[in-house]
């Protein structure tokens, strides 16, 4: 019998590798935005509500 959080655990795996297949080339296009706001002594503005804050952090 397989554990909840192991079938919980392979589930967030599918769909985190699902997003990243989906939406690489979006992600490698913000990647290089803010790459070059922060190489120019630009900023980046991030923000995040509950606790999406802790990817601001």
Not at 6 to 25: K, N, P
């Amino acid at each position: 019998m397989t554990r909840a959080y192991r079938r919980y655990a392979r589930a967030i795996s599918t769909l985190i590798e699902e997003v990243m297949d989906s939406q690489a080339a979006t992600i490698e296009s913000a990647a290089a935005w803010m790459a070059e706001s922060v190489a120019t002594d630009g900023v980046v503005h991030l923000f995040g509500s509950g606790h999406s804050h802790m990817v601001a952090e």
